[in-house]
């Protein structure tokens, strides 16, 4: 079991341009969550999706969407990059039925000059 | 959400055991205690969670007061493979959002 995967693993983008970040989840987990981890901090829930809709969301503007796929892999797009926007993405899998661990992924980290 | 209160920073000698702890006087009746650890490097990983009674898995043991205010994470033996920044999150049982804060970095001297 390969595990919760994320691909790219490093990005650096410019300010104003769009990114898209890519998760699959762990064998059997049918929800995705992301999270942004500033540096030095705890990681902050963005929005978690289940049967291909956004079921709960952070405070994080609009210019952060996603999307989930019928095979429960998902996208992560950043719309109009901010200098602030830098920072490590994680995507976590889980089950909507127990054990609710969340398992993570090992991050895409994400540079804007 | 409940707020947390984690020292910033803790050391331990390697094979020692590590008593982590975490105060979390607005915990609400129905929520869990969930601890997880993030390695250098990595993404955070699941480590136990419990409700009132005290729990024990491979990785570690749960200590919870009785009035559940206050929580302790065990390790019994530290390796250096246990150097981390250690979550303690309370929440429910589902599959809700994980709230994160700082955490304790856990540092271990061999």
């Known amino acids: 079991d390969a595990g919760v995967t994320q691909s790219p693993t490093h990005l650096i983008k410019t300010r104003g341009q769009q990114v898209t970040l890519r998760c699959s989840p762990k064998s059997g987990h049918d929800t995705v969550s992301w999270y942004q981890q500033a540096l030095g901090q705890g990681p902050q829930f963005i929005f978690q999706?289940?049967?291909?809709?956004?079921?709960q969301r952070g405070n994080f503007p609009d210019r952060f969407s996603g999307h989930q796929f019928p095979n429960y892999s998902s996208e992560l797009n950043v719309n109009a990059l901010l200098l602030g926007d830098s920072a490590l993405y994680l995507c976590a899998s889980s089950r909507t039925t127990p054990p609710y661990e969340q398992y993570f992924g090992p991050g895409t980290r994400l540079t804007v000059t | 959400d409940a707020k947390t209160t984690q020292p910033n920073s803790m050391e331990s000698n390697e094979e020692e055991p590590v008593h982590l702890p975490c105060n979390h006087s607005?915990?609400?009746?129905?929520?869990?205690i969930h601890w997880y650890r993030q390695l250098p490097s990595q993404g955070p990983e699941y480590v136990i969670h419990g409700l009132t009674s005290n729990v024990n898995n491979r990785m570690a043991s749960l200590a919870i007061a009785e009035d559940r205010k206050s929580s302790t994470l065990i390790l019994h033996r530290a390796t250096l493979r246990d150097a981390a920044v250690y979550y303690c999150?309370?929440?429910?049982?589902?599959?809700?959002?994980?709230?994160f804060g700082k955490g304790t970095r856990l540092s271990v001297i061999a």
């Open positions: 999706y289940y049967e291909e809709e956004e079921r």
């Open positions: 607005t915990i609400s009746g129905t929520d869990y």
């Open positions: 999150i309370p929440g429910d049982s589902g599959n809700t959002p994980l709230v």
